[in-house]
């Protein structure tokens, strides 16, 4: 099953913004605690470009830290991250409305080393609606993983995982 850990790393690729707010509302830093359907518990930090879009941050395999703001379905992502490999990023779906949005991205890394292959999967559904106490987020995640040589592959199940939390902004 996935872990909260786990899914923490995927929702520090999604990322949004609400264009039926000002976007003022949603500038700037939000953090807050996700708790899983387990029971276990991960620490979140969203963080939004002035224009009210979500900023996606990654590393890669220099040391550099970038961010992407993700502001269209289509937009890909795609770097070589530390330890090597592929990592790619895409916006599936935006969907937009009186304080909520909900943001579907699709992500896959792979990386060929020694005769071996590794594969991995990752579809999100990252939903936000600002409500009186803060932004209420809620994260659904479902991955699958392959791993092998010219021999064999070996997958994993897929798997799936919900968490859900209240942001707060950073002042």
């Known amino acids: 099953m996935m ?8 929702v520090a690729i999604f990322l949004s913004g609400v264009s039926a707010l000002p976007a003022a509302e949603l500038i700037g830093s ?3 605690q996700l708790t899983g359907a387990d029971g276990s518990t991960s620490d979140v930090q969203i963080d939004f470009s002035p224009k009210g879009f979500p ?17 269209h379905i289509g937009q890909k992502i795609e770097y070589v991250p530390a330890g090597g490999g592929v990592q790619r990023v895409v916006v599936q779906s935006l969907e937009k409305g009186p304080g909520r949005l909900s943001i579907g991205i699709a992500s896959s890394f792979e ?4 005769g071996y292959l590794d594969q991995r999967q990752e579809a999100a559904l990252i939903e936000y609606a ?11 995640v479902e991955s699958a993983a392959h791993f092998g040589d010219k021999h064999g592959m070996v997958g994993s199940a897929p798997d799936a995982a919900v968490a859900e939390g209240l942001l707060q902004r950073i002042p």
């Open 130 to 140: 600002l409500v009186p106490e803060g932004l209420q987020m809620r994260v659904t």
């Open 3 to 10: 872990t909260l850990r786990m899914l923490s790393a995927a």
């Open 111 to 114: 990386r060929a080393s020694s």
């Open 30 to 32: 939000w953090q807050g």
């Open 55 to 71: 900023l996606y941050s990654y590393t890669n395999n220099r040391g550099l830290t970038r961010q992407a703001e993700l502001s």
